[in-house]
T-cell receptor
């Protein structure tokens, strides 16, 4: 049982490049979410999903796309990277309803955009 | 939207001291969670609280769900160097599948 896994661990992009941050969980959790963490800003919600085929925007969705075709995976896409997207990105999962709010986090992806 | 005020922002304490931090909100919550994040890692769930007035312990950590449902407290007794990290509170008001609201964290440093 690996929990929540994220790849890659580190990534450097040039402005304008695109990439996908991968997130997978093996706990059969319906609820998955993406956060970014910047110094002094805490965790800010980007997008979340309450099940396959359902996604919704969080606090800071601009510049990011998501889709949820399976329960296990919730990739985050940057279509045209900008320096303002330099951050640490965390994926989290939990059960929808009931104890959804006990979210479990992955180890993070550290992204630098130059 | 809902916001959580977490205090203090940072603290420096001597090893062996007790620590107290809190989280307050202008809105009521049904659930309070406390997470710890160590350098270079993702946040790890420490304690979950589901009832107003509830007091729950996890080793040297004790957390309480405030009676008003607008606040929560985390205490760490007899701190040790491995307590270093950022502690986040998170709250949830059950309304459909609304997401968790996170505080900005308390950065704890322990001086040996």
């Amino acid at each position: 049982n690996a929990g929540v896994t994220q790849t890659p661990k580190f990534q450097v992009l040039k402005t304008g490049q695109s990439m996908t941050l991968q997130c997978a969980q093996d706990m059969n959790h319906e609820y998955m979410s993406w956060y970014r963490q910047d110094p002094g800003m805490g965790l800010r919600l980007i997008h979340y999903s309450v099940g396959a085929g359902i996604t919704d925007q969080g606090e800071v969705p601009n510049g990011y796309n998501v889709s949820r075709s399976t329960t296990e995976d919730f990739p985050l896409r940057l279509l045209s990277a900008a320096p303002s997207q330099t951050s640490v990105y965390f994926c989290a999962s939990g059960k929808a309803g009931g104890l959804a709010y006990e979210q479990y986090f992955g180890p993070g992806t550290r992204l630098t955009v130059t | 939207g809902q916001q959580l005020n977490q205090s203090p922002q940072s603290m420096f304490i001597q090893e062996g001291e007790d620590v107290s931090m809190n989280c307050t909100s202008s809105s009521i919550f049904n659930t309070w969670l406390w997470y710890k994040q160590e350098p270079g890692e993702g946040p790890v769930l420490l304690i979950a609280l589901y009832k107003a007035g509830e007091l729950t312990s996890n080793g040297r950590l004790t957390a309480q769900f405030g009676i008003t449902r607008k606040d929560s407290f985390l205490n760490i007794s007899a701190s040790i160097p491995s307590d270093v990290g950022i502690y986040f509170c998170a709250g949830h008001f059950f309304s459909g599948n609304t997401p968790l609201v996170f505080g900005k964290g308390t950065r704890l440093s322990v001086i040996a």
